[in-house]
């Protein structure tokens, strides 16, 4: 593998890893969490909460890293086929996602790749045993029609063995930072020991699409012929079970790009998607789908024929992935919420050159994220805290404060507020400063009692002293009166 392509891998690998981390140059951000809507309004006018049947849900802006829906993310979940798309990963990583190379090396397994797929009703691109098929072909088999058996020829090709390839998958999760992952298996049809969380796969889709061009091309595929072999002379046809992608489907958007489904008992309807629209591209993760038809859509059905509820199963994935793409494409939008141009308050200063005792703050930067249209300014929350005790000399752009953003009382931004100008120190307003300061001091305090307590002790020791001379004297006996004349 040449410089070039490992320094594009990793440099998708730190942009997976930081994209889900949201932070916009010095401002550091969490996640605005949305209630999203329907995008069609009630008799009155009046916006509609949207259901969202599915238990996990994760959707971010993959051009920010904004997360506009966070619900239970952070859950470890069985991710059925999803897991698929670790493999995928691993497989492109071996190659380096250089096309040519897949199309042109083969892999094949034995019966070994096909024992646990057997008798499970598993969904497979019809690959026999030893059928020698290009690695392309395996990954389109993989990601389209979700072929176990592509997945399982992929772990024996590359590593010999299930395990030594779910190793690979694992390395390849904490490379990129999925901390509350752990694969078992290629395939996804166990839940034994194979879990995952939405946050997890949001990174590890980044990057897939962020790095290789071939994933690109072949999760947004609605269909494929895979080329010939000696078992299928004629290729082998294979259609997405993402029905997304296919305009003959009641599930169909235009803007959709793929990327994987998944299904499974103990999962419930999973998807991985994304969607183009106009340059805004964003990212959903979502499972726990219901696997049946709530009882409450049949009357959907009845009321509309030519809905996707009139229909006997009913993609519940794909609905919430459309609704929340119509939503945001509807009523979302990037909106200014901090100027980095507005001054918002001033820090005071000591010992400021020429008296001057304050300087006015600003934000370091602008701050945009993208709300609904029906999120009113007001309901953006904005603290200032600006620092105390702030001593001369202050430089332009020093960080004198920040100002926090929140929304429903969840804090979800800080931004740096910083010096508009500098504030020399002024000396002569230290050395007064220093003085007067002193003089409230303690240490000053205890020097100024010590000289009392001395000065106390001298004049006592002198009165003292005095008294006792004064005492000597008045006790001398009288002097012998002189002797008469004559006598």
């Not at 709300?371 to 603290?383: M, N």
């Not at 000053?444 to 009392?452: D, G, H, M, P, Y």
């Amino acid at each position: 593998m040449n410089i070039k392509k490992q320094l594009r891998r990793v440099t998708a690998s730190f942009l997976a890893a930081a994209m889900l981390a949201v932070s916009f140059g010095s401002v550091t951000a969490d996640a605005f969490n949305f209630t999203p809507v329907k995008v069609e309004k009630d008799e009155n006018d009046n916006y509609i909460k949207l259901e969202l049947r599915s238990e996990s849900v994760y959707m971010l802006n993959m051009d920010t890293g904004e997360v506009l829906i966070d619900i239970d993310s952070t859950k470890q979940r069985v991710p059925a086929s999803l897991t698929k798309i670790m493999t995928a990963i691993v497989l492109l990583d071996e190659f380096g996602g250089d096309e040519s190379k897949l199309k042109s090396t083969k892999y094949s397994a034995g019966t070994e790749a096909f024992d646990d797929i057997y008798g499970t009703g598993a969904s497979t691109a019809d690959i026999y045993p030893d059928e020698e098929v290009t690695c392309y072909d395996l990954l389109a088999a993989l990601m389209i029609p979700s072929a176990c058996e592509a997945a399982n020829i992929i772990a024996f090709g590359m590593c010999g063995s299930v395990d030594a390839f779910a190793d690979k998958m694992n390395a390849k999760a904490a490379e990129l930072g999925m901390t509350d992952s752990h694969f078992s298996n290629a395939h996804g049809l166990s839940g034994d020991n194979n879990y995952t969380t939405c946050q997890d796969l949001a990174k590890a889709c980044t990057y897939a699409i962020e790095t290789y061009p071939v994933f690109k091309d072949i999760v947004c595929m609605n269909d494929y012929t895979m080329s010939a072999t000696s078992v299928h002379p004629d290729g082998t046809y294979i259609y997405n079970t993402n029905y997304m992608l296919n305009p003959d489907s009641a599930y169909f958007y235009s803007y959709c790009r793929g990327i994987k489904t998944g299904t499974l008992d103990l999962a419930g309807r999973c998807l991985a998607s994304y969607s183009v629209n106009d340059g805004s591209r964003y990212l959903i993760i979502s499972m726990g789908a219901p696997l049946n038809k709530l009882d409450e859509d049949y009357q959907k059905g009845y009321d509309n024929p030519g809905s996707v509820y009139a229909y006997d199963t009913v993609y519940y994935n794909l609905v919430d992935h459309i609704n929340l793409y119509q939503w945001a494409y509807s009523y979302v939008s990037s909106r200014q919420i901090v100027n980095k141009n507005s001054e918002v308050g001033e820090a005071k200063i000591e010992y400021g050159e020429n008296g001057r005792d304050y300087v006015t703050l600003k934000p370091e930067e602008d701050f945009s994220i993208e709300l609904p249209v029906y999120v009113e300014d007001k309901e953006i929350e904005r603290s200032i805290e600006i620092f105390d005790n702030v001593i001369a000399p202050v430089k332009k752009g020093d960080k004198l404060g920040e100002i926090t953003i929140s929304y429903e009382n969840e804090e979800v931004a800080k931004i740096p507020l910083i010096a508009t100008d500098t504030v020399e120190r002024s000396k002569p307003a230290e050395r007064i400063a220093v003085a007067k300061s002193f003089k409230h001091s303690t240490q000053f305090k205890a020097a100024l009692f010590t000289v009392i307590m001395f000065t106390v002790i001298f004049v006592t020791a002198h009165i003292v002293k005095m008294q006792r001379r004064y005492m000597k004297r008045m006790q001398r006996p009288a002097p012998e009166q002189t002797r008469r004349r004559g006598e």
